[in-house]
T-cell receptor, first 109, second 112 residues
């Protein structure tokens, strides 16, 4: 049973535009959510997180939104840059991290 | 520099052989984790350890074993009992169980 889902396996966005990556979860006990970015053949790197008591967290070009009633999480990247091209994983935490399957973002010029 | 190292980056083994993947961290983190990534799938937890000399099974522990004799080290052994060992293996650590995890560069294991 996939508790954390990223239903879009890929996303293509033009440079300068907004990238929106989505994540849905099923377990209302998750109390912390994270986004990781991963390049091929490398380990994921932490991007941004949000506690379940908040609905928004912003860090530079990256903003994460949490809608608890919908059990939905999204990552906004504005403006998108070619260097943002990577696989993005959302993760949800209780006593361990549960990762989604990832969304491959491609930012083209 | 502080960080997590995994070695080697690429590893080839014959079917039926046990192989041990190294993971070392100098971040003074208490918790360490092993994940496996397969194409089109998220990261799946194999084992984790919250403290020295203690570790817990994750979601896909069968065919794997670990040890945590030192805080800095959390080696993973892929045994011959693991049916599909070819994968990308990632080690991670965190200050405590629920905190942000920092990942190593990964080891790609190919069993021939």
């Amino acid at each position: 049973d996939q508790q954390v889902k990223q239903n879009s396996p890929s996303l293509s966005v033009q440079e300068g535009r907004i990238s929106i990556l989505n994540c849905d979860y099923t377990n209302s006990m998750f109390d912390y959510f994270l986004w990781y970015k991963k390049y091929p053949a490398e380990g994921p790197t932490f991007l941004i997180s949000i506690s379940s008591i908040k609905d928004k967290n912003e860090d530079g070009r990256f903003t994460v939104f949490l809608n608890k009633s919908a059990k939905h999480l999204s990552l906004h990247i504005v403006p998108s840059q070619p260097g943002d091209s990577a696989v993005y994983f959302c993760a949800a935490a209780t006593d361990k991290l549960i990762f989604g399957t990832g969304t491959r973002l491609q930012v083209f010029p | 520099d502080g960080g997590i190292t995994q070695s080697p980056k690429y590893l080839f083994r014959k079917e039926g052989q046990n192989v041990t993947l190294s993971c070392e961290q100098n971040l003074n983190h208490d918790a360490m984790y092993w994940y496996r990534q397969d194409p089109g799938q998220g990261l799946r937890l194999i084992y984790y350890s919250q403290i020295v000399n203690d570790f817990q099974k994750g979601d896909i522990a069968e065919g794997y074993s670990v040890s945590r004799e030192k805080k800095e080290s959390f080696p993973l052994t892929v045994t011959s009992a693991q049916k599909n060992p070819t994968a990308f293996y990632l080690c991670a650590s965190s200050i405590a169980r629920d905190n942000e995890q920092f990942f190593g560069p990964g080891t790609r294991l190919t069993v021939l």
